[in-house]
């Protein structure tokens, strides 16, 4: 099994930053793609990048250029750094990864969630 555990969520301005941290621990063998998603209310989960292993990186048309997804595969750490934050980027942010265990098999966790919001 596999935790992932959120961080670095809270209340900002228009304009301002946060950066996200995603932990992942328990009985780790190689973590693959690291994703982060998001969910406002009343709408559906939408992913918002993701990240190989080997840093190829890819956003959202609504994040490019504001968000930066980043990752520490010593300790199994992914980041989002959100920049020029807007109030429609309000959304509880989930991180999501593929795991890969000894046996050869693939499968999907889901964090807990940490709250944005962004308002004046």
């Known amino acids: 099994q596999v935790q992932l555990v959120e961080s670095g969520g809270g209340l900002v301005q228009p304009g301002g930053s946060l950066r996200l941290s995603c932990s992942a621990s328990?009985?780790?063998?190689?973590?693959?793609?690291m994703n982060w998603y998001r969910q406002a209310p009343g709408t559906r989960r939408e992913l918002v990048a993701f990240?190989?292993?080997?840093?190829?990186?890819s956003y959202a048309d609504s994040v490019k250029g504001r968000f930066t997804i980043s990752r520490n595969n010593a300790n199994n750490t992914v980041y989002l750094q959100m920049n020029s934050l807007k109030p429609e980027d309000t959304a509880v942010y989930y991180c999501?990864?593929?795991?890969?265990?000894?046996?050869?098999?693939?499968?999907?966790?889901w964090g807990q969630g940490t709250q944005v919001t962004v308002s004046s």
């Open positions: 328990g009985s780790i063998f190689s973590i693959n793609l």
């Open positions: 990240i190989s292993r080997g840093g190829s990186t």
């Open positions: 999501n990864a593929d795991h890969l265990d000894g046996l050869g098999t693939m499968r999907n966790y």
